[in-house]
């Protein structure tokens, strides 16, 4: 499904990057304040991942509180700003407590997978041979499965849970993170620059945080916010299969799974936690472009 | 040329023994197996001991996987536990119900994403350029399962205009009732290779436009259209590379929209036997979407190639 | 000359009748007589005569295409449906051996193919789930008829003459009659033809008051009138049922709306107001169902060990808050049969929602407002028969807190807890629960034994929470040996008393088992069972 990961198209921008030195995070700083347009979206985007994450500030309800005879009531009713879920829960404050997992689902898979596929396409670019085809070619296997099914198999095998989603995202999202570091690296390495670190008689280990991490970083960075977008939305989906996140945990796909029935009863109810997703998952994919741009980065 | 195809088809093959090798693996972690699901706690012993044999769970491992492998590349691909019926005939005609919507899905995206694509590129920053470029990026951030719900309700029960769910009549789609079935779920497909393409062809316009030739080409006094067409036979490759893959995408990741429009595709066949522990139909299902999913990407590297001549190192 | 011309006319009239009969048959929203459900199913059920996905499957593809030597009788919704002779006539258990049942078979019942049902038929269905020597010997349909226990002994049945057959028992079962039910006949020549069972699926020969034909998987299958079946009073008045496995509720709800089915089994309760004023007939009635929570009475730290927090958690369970949230489509469970039926009994406790007597009850049993009762409840994300598992249990985990019950959850999804309760509930696949969520079939006393009986404990029988109770086991020997129909009463409603008092479950609700039709559904009936008779029906 929601899988961009186009054909890496090589950058020689890294090289170019690398070369320029510490004026590069200036001149994107400066480059991203004059965006306005992404500036607005990560404001929205702040705003949404501070109300989540500090949910408990926000919320005019318990979350879990429910009430037979307050479901799924509109917007407005009896101080409920956003009306009640199936079981009369708040949903304003569920869909604040939803965005924690939403938001975990949608950033821990890409982070862990950034460590992991990151590292590893750090170690196959610097070294290599042997690793470089070991790591590259057990890479090609998991990229042999679309992503959404890779995932989907991974939690229907395992079972469903907040640690599966988690664990069957991060495996999808590994390969791709490995190739661009991988192929990020491998440029990197032979730069003039590196060769000259290198002769000069710098350990690896400083080559590799000086010189290559600091280069390999950006477009990784760039890649893994949209990561973050197409993470949010496949969780949601695994949850909408019930392979994902179980109650009663708050999650926005979850609640839209939940809600879904309510579709002839109170459809605008019904539909909110489908718009968070939507919302968020846009900032997401916005704030990338925005960094893209800014980054003069190209995947 | 031919070397370059020969090779690439070879790499094919330690890729799908790997693939195979994750899927048994993944099948092995199941908890409880096919005869724990289906068997009530009463039946007697032998009975599920019975239903183990015969599909061969009593075995140590590495002799399933082996016979399984054997059976996979002689083109046996099981029985169903659950239905006794071959796997293969369950597996093919859902994926060829599932062609009928992916096919046109692909299609649809391509065109408009193109389409889109291309227009947002050559109006360059103007409110359209915006405009375009935000259906594009909605494109790829709806969660696509959503909007078939939504369209569900508008469409099939508030206007009651089109059918919100089910395959209608078998067969190749020709009447109109036919391809009423096609409409809600070909559009929900269509979202993600569009906006996906659409914002590579944007992308892929512009930085080709910024290229010299365009400029010795409008130097010579060629205007816009025609400085556009030439651009896009340059865009093309890469969105028709792009466009294959998002096939593979749909194919397996139709799961969720065929849930949606009770679809009875290769993804309602999986999302099926994932819950019942069809261990045959999954594994069967999951090798032969990876298969589909490599040929695929072997195809698009050889039209890249084919296109490109530097593609082949 | 003259003539020629006239058959040319003729000939004109036919094929426009037909073509109008074709066109009548593309658009099958305008189809006469044709009644289309979409079921709960997520797939066709098997076809071949023992039919998967549970009791909706024996539902639609076992009592429509095929008969049982025991039938039910669905034709009342007033009381609970009971047994009435199928494919045998008559049966009577031996008086001086009660292991031996005697059953005379219906004479002249044709299966579908024109072949006669008799003794031999009979023996040749029996083999095939019990006799895995024989060819006919079918792994997966076995695994289904002997999963419902049968306590047929091991080759205890032969034929007698052409229309009788006898069965040996295990150990004597006076409700042995009802254990037939689900074992349905199909024709052995049909399966000659087809070779095996894969192929026989896809043209399947029963007796029943429908023919399957169709069968397209995962899709549909259509059941055609059998005008030949063999109980005139049961031939349908419908010429065909659509069969559509939809296990999405909305996408139901769409199909029924949008007018592509005439009939969707269970409608999310929240739909049913809106299907009312939209003009759809909504039909309840309860049936032999039972929503409640299995106690695990073996692991030790299960606070369901103690009779007082049983009986504490029965008194904290707002039953009318949770049919509140149904919309009505479930009514109060506060025992295994419900308070009308006459097996109900007497029993000392009548559970309501009370907090205070729950308190008291949890405060003996040493629980209090510093150590608040804990107890972890598997319950999965849907499964047959679960209702709304989630909203469900989140209303009385709420609801439990006011009497000092602290509740967790631990969500599976269905086959896993499948697999939980075929094991023990000490065991790894229970996660250390102290009760599983998952509703059971109360439809005789044939499931009380498979559920409470001591003997029948996981992971050999499926008592799941380790219940033992030797007043009860008592009565059940009393019960199964009893030598007629009034002591055999009187240990039943002894038996459930029992239930009651001991409280071994949660009793929670019985499901009200909806389903909304259009108007042009007539006259169907809706028994008080997991079965209905769609013989009835007729569509305008």
């Known amino acids: 499904m929601a899988t961009q990961d186009t054909i890496v198209v090589p950058t020689p921008d890294a090289v170019r990057r690398a070369e320029a030195g510490k004026g590069y995070w200036t001149r994107v700083r400066e480059r991203l304040l004059a965006d306005r347009v992404t500036l607005a979206v990560m404001i929205l985007l702040a705003c949404i991942v501070l109300m989540a994450v500090a949910a408990p500030l926000f919320a005019t309800h318990d979350p879990l509180a429910s009430s037979v005879l307050a479901r799924l009531k509109s917007p407005g009713y009896n101080g409920h700003w956003l009306g009640t879920d199936e079981v009369g829960r708040d949903l304003y404050s569920r869909i604040l407590y939803g965005g924690r997992l939403s938001l975990l689902c949608g950033v821990a898979p890409v982070a862990f997978a950034l460590l992991i596929g990151g590292s590893l396409g750090l170690l196959a670019g610097y070294s290599g041979g042997m690793i470089n085809s070991l790591i590259m070619r057990s890479m090609d296997i998991l990229y042999a499965f679309p992503s959404i099914l890779l995932a989907i198999a991974i939690c229907g095998m395992l079972g469903s849970g907040l640690g599966n989603t988690i664990l069957a995202l991060t495996i999808t999202f590994i390969p791709p993170i490995v190739r661009i570091s991988e192929t990020v690296t491998t440029q990197v390495r032979s730069a003039e620059f590196v060769e000259a670190a290198r002769a000069s008689g710098a350990r690896p280990a400083s080559i590799i945080r000086f010189h290559i991490l600091n280069n390999v970083l950006g477009p990784i960075l760039v890649y893994a916010t949209s990561l973050i977008s197409i993470s949010i939305i496949l969780a949601a989906g695994l949850s909408f299969l019930g392979l994902g996140v179980t109650p009663p945990d708050a999650e926005w796909g979850l609640m839209l799974n939940n809600l879904r029935q309510a579709i002839w009863v109170n459809p605008l109810v019904a539909a909110l936690p489908g718009a968070m997703i939507f919302i968020t998952s846009m900032c997401f994919n916005l704030t990338s472009d925005g960094l893209r741009t800014a980054m003069d980065v190209r995947i | ?313 | 000359m003259n003539r020629r011309v006239l058959t040319g006319r003729r000939l004109v009239a036919l094929t426009s009748a037909a073509w109008l009969g074709a066109a009548a048959g593309v658009a099958p929203a305008m189809a006469q007589g044709t009644l289309r459900i979409a079921m709960t199913a997520t797939d066709v059920p098997t076809t071949t005569g023992v039919p998967n996905n549970g009791f909706e499957g024996v539902r639609f593809m076992g009592y429509t295409a095929f008969d049982a030597l025991v039938n039910w009788d669905l034709s009342s919704a007033d009381k609970p449906a009971d047994i009435k002779p199928g494919l045998a006539e008559s049966w009577a258990q031996d008086k001086s051996d009660p292991k031996k049942w005697v059953f005379k078979l219906r004479q002249g019942v044709k299966f579908h193919d024109g072949t006669p049902f008799n003794a031999d038929a009979a023996v040749w269905n029996l083999d095939r789930s019990f006799n895995k020597d024989s060819k006919q010997f079918d792994t997966q349909g076995s695994a289904i008829n002997r999963g419902r226990p049968t306590y047929i002994a091991d080759g205890g049945y032969k034929k007698i003459d052409d229309n009788t057959i006898e069965f040996t028992t295990t150990r004597p079962i006076s409700y042995f009659p009802y254990v037939l039910t689900t074992i349905f006949y199909v024709s052995p020549t049909a399966f000659e033809k087809a070779g095996n069972w894969a192929e026989f699926a896809k043209a399947p020969i029963g007796t029943g008051p429908f023919i399957a034909r169709n069968f397209k998987p995962r899709i549909s299958i259509d059941l055609d009138k059998n005008k030949d079946y063999w109980d005139k009073d049961r031939i349908p008045k419908v010429d065909k049922v659509v069969l559509f496995p939809m296990p999405e509720a909305n996408t139901r709800l769409a199909a029924l709306r949008s007018g592509q089915v005439d009939w969707v089994e269970v409608p999310p309760p929240d739909s049913i107001a809106g299907l009312k004023g939209a003009g759809f007939s909504v039909v309840t009635n309860s049936y032999p169902h039972v929503w409640p929570w299995v106690l695990n009475t073996a692991r030790a730290d299960s606070p369901f060990r103690d009779v007082k927090v049983r009986q504490a958690i029965n008194y904290c369970v707002d039953r009318d808050g949770l049919v509140t949230l149904l919309n009505g489509t479930a009514e109060p469970s506060v025992g295994f049969f419900k308070k009308t039926d006459a097996r109900f009994g007497n029993p000392k406790n009548a559970y309501k929602f009370d907090p205070a007597m729950a308190k008291k009850l949890l405060a003996e049993a040493g629980y209090g407002p510093d150590k608040p009762a804990k107890g972890k409840i598997m319950i999965s994300t849907s499964g047959s028969g679960q209702m709304l598992p989630l909203p469900m249990n989140e209303f009385l985990q709420q609801s439990m807190k006011q009497c000092g019950f602290d509740i967790s959850f631990e969500v599976v999804e269905w086959g896993t807890m499948l697999v939980a309760f075929r094991n023990e509930p000490t065991a790894s696949q229970a996660a250390n629960s102290d009760a599983l969520n998952i509703s059971l079939v109360s439809s005789d006393v044939s499931m009380v034994v498979r559920w409470f009986y001591g003997d029948n404990s996981t992971p050999k029988g499926s008592n799941w929470g380790h219940w033992k109770n030797p007043a009860f086991d008592g009565l059940l020997a009393k019960m199964e040996s009893a030598p007629n129909a009034d002591e055999f009463n009187k240990a039943v409603t002894a038996m459930h008393e029992i239930l009651v008092d001991d409280a071994p479950w949660v009793w929670i609700v019985h499901d009200g088992n909806p389903r909304a039709m259009t108007k042009r559904v007539q006259g169907f009936v809706s028994a008080q069972s997991w079965f209905q008779d769609l013989t009835r029906v007729s569509i305008k």
């Open chain 2, 1 to 313: 040329m031919w070397f370059f195809i020969v090779r690439r088809v070879l790499y094919a093959v330690p890729i799908l023994l790997g693939v195979s090798m994750v899927v048994f693996v993944l099948m092995k972690m199941v908890p409880g197996d096919a005869a724990d699901i289906m068997i009530p706690p009463e039946a007697p012993k032998e009975v599920a001991d019975m239903i183990r044999a015969r599909f061969g769970l009593d075995q140590p491992a590495h002799i399933q996987y082996l016979r399984w492998l054997q059976a996979m590349a002689s083109g046996d691909l099981g029985t169903s536990i659950f239905t006794n019926q071959p796997v293969a005939e369950e597996l093919f005609g859902a994926l060829a119900n599932t062609m009928k919507i992916a096919l046109p899905a692909v299609f649809l995206g391509f065109s408009l994403g193109v389409l889109l694509g291309a227009l947002a590129a050559y109006y360059n920053g103007s409110w359209l350029d915006k405009l375009f470029s935000g259906v594009a990026i909605a494109g790829v951030s709806l969660p696509h399962y959503w909007v078939g719900m939504v369209l569900v309700a508008i469409f099939a029960v508030s206007l009651n205009i089109l059918p919100g769910q089910g395959m209608g009549p078998e067969g190749f789609p020709t009447t109109w009732e036919h391809i009423q079935h096609l409409i809600l779920p070909v559009v929900t497909l269509s979202l993600i290779p569009m906006g996906v393409i659409s914002r590579l062809v944007r992308a892929n316009v512009l930085e080709i436009r910024s290229m010299e030739f365009v400029s010795a080409l409008q130097a010579k006094g060629l205007r816009g259209p025609r400085v556009l067409l030439h651009i896009m036979k340059n865009a093309a490759p890469s969105a028709l590379a792009l466009m294959g893959l998002q096939f593979g995408y749909l194919l397996g990741g139709s799961i969720l929209v065929e849930t949606v429009f009770n679809w009875p595709g290769s993804g309602s066949l999986l999302n099926l036997a994932i819950f019942r522990r069809d261990i045959p139909v999954l594994s069967a299902t999951i090798l032969v979407l990876a298969t589909i999913f490599v040929v695929i990407n072997i195809l698009v590297d050889v039209l890249q190639a084919l296109i490109d001549p530097r593609i082949r190192r």
